[in-house]
């Protein structure tokens, strides 16, 4: 649960910054979180639950 709530964070904060620096318009970013909301009750979520979880468990097996 935690690994959850820190990468909604960061993908706030990257939408966020995208919004003003970069030029992505609002609406843009509606039509973003609209894809993630209609992707999360498809049957390809748990495929990208599992993908988001392996890549987090190799950057955390990282050592530096």
């Given amino acids: 649960m935690a690994l959850s709530i820190s ?11 995208m919004v003003r620096k ?3 318009k609002g ?3 509606v039509i ?7 992707l999360a009750s ?6 990208i639950n ?3 979880t392996n890549v987090a468990g190799m950057i955390g097996g990282i050592k530096f």
């Fill in 7 to 17: 990468v909604v964070v960061l993908l706030v904060i990257i939408v966020i910054l």
């Fill in 22 to 24: 970069s030029g992505l």
């Fill in 27 to 29: 609406g843009h970013a």
């Fill in 32 to 38: 973003c979180v609209l894809l993630g909301f209609y």
């Fill in 42 to 47: 498809s049957s390809i979520a748990p495929t």
């Fill in 50 to 52: 599992e993908l988001t």
